[in-house]
Nanobody, 123 residues
Framework: QVQLQESGPGLVKPSQTLSVTCTVSGGSITTSPTTWSWIRQPPGKELEWMGHIVYDGSTRHSPSLKSRTSISRDTSKNHFTLQLSSVTPEDTAVYYC???????????????WGQGTQVTVSS
C-alpha cells in the first residue's frame, strides 16, 4: 500500500517561499511509469494542479505558476518537495501530493493521495 504524507510550515508570511515535502512509503518515487504531483485547493475553490516530477526526475509546472514553483526530489529519502516563491494570501490552500500512473494526464490516473496540509499565508 502506497502512502503519501505531506509536511509543511502551516503559516508563511507574504513574499516568503513556501516549502512542502511529500514523504512516500510503500513504493518508490523512481518506479516507472509514475508521476508525483502537487495539487492545491484554496478555500471555496476547485483543485488546482501545480506541477509534478516524473519517475525519471523530469518536471513539469503549471503555466500560471511556472515562474514561482520548483519541484525537486531526494531519492535516498523517497520524498519530493515543492517550493513556491513570493507567496501572497491567494496562495492559502490545502496542499496535496498525489501519485499518478503514467504521466498524470487526467484526474482518473491519480491513485494515491496524501491527506493534505493546510498552508496559510498571512502576516
Amino acid at each position: 500500500q502506497v502512502q503519501l504524507q505531506e509536511s509543511g510550515p502551516g503559516l508563511v508570511k507574504p513574499s516568503q517561499t513556501l516549502s512542502v515535502t511529500c514523504t512516500v512509503s510503500g513504493g518508490s518515487i523512481t518506479t516507472s511509469p509514475t508521476t508525483w504531483s502537487w495539487i492545491r485547493q484554496p478555500p471555496g475553490k476547485e483543485l488546482e494542479w501545480m506541477g509534478h516530477i516524473v519517475y525519471d526526475g523530469s518536471t513539469r509546472h503549471s503555466p500560471s505558476l511556472k515562474s514561482r514553483t520548483s519541484i525537486s526530489r531526494d531519492t535516498s529519502k523517497n520524498h519530493f518537495t515543492l517550493q513556491l516563491s513570493s507567496v501572497t494570501p491567494e496562495d492559502t490552500a490545502v496542499y496535496y501530493c498525489a501519485r499518478a500512473q503514467g504521466y498524470g494526464n487526467s484526474w482518473s490516473t491519480y491513485d494515491y493521495w496524501g491527506q493534505g496540509t493546510q498552508v496559510t499565508v498571512s502576516s
